[in-house]
């Protein structure tokens, strides 16, 4: 069973994915080192929480075609 993800961290995300598609892919372990690139964000669990976000959100937009 997931946890549910705060409202920074998915504001956070979709402001990235909205800024940065091409950066971002399904891949969760790409995903991170792209957020090391892009933010400092010095918390590693944040960041993974934040890369894992965005892998899931991207791997919707990958099925819907969006």
């Known amino acids: 069973m997931g946890s549910i993800k705060s409202v920074a961290i ?3 995300g ?5 800024q ?4 971002f892919t ?8 792209a957020l090391i690139e892009l933010k400092d964000i010095k918390s590693k ?3 993974n929480i934040l890369a894992g ?8 937009i990958k ?4």
């Open 26 to 33: 399904d891949d969760f372990e790409r995903n991170k080192k």
């Open 10 to 12: 998915k504001t956070l």
């Open 53 to 60: 976000y965005i892998t899931r959100r991207m791997v919707i």
């Open 63 to 66: 099925k819907t075609g969006l």
């Open 14 to 18: 979709d402001d990235l994915i909205s």
């Open 20 to 23: 940065y598609t091409s950066k």
């Open 45 to 47: 669990r944040v960041r």
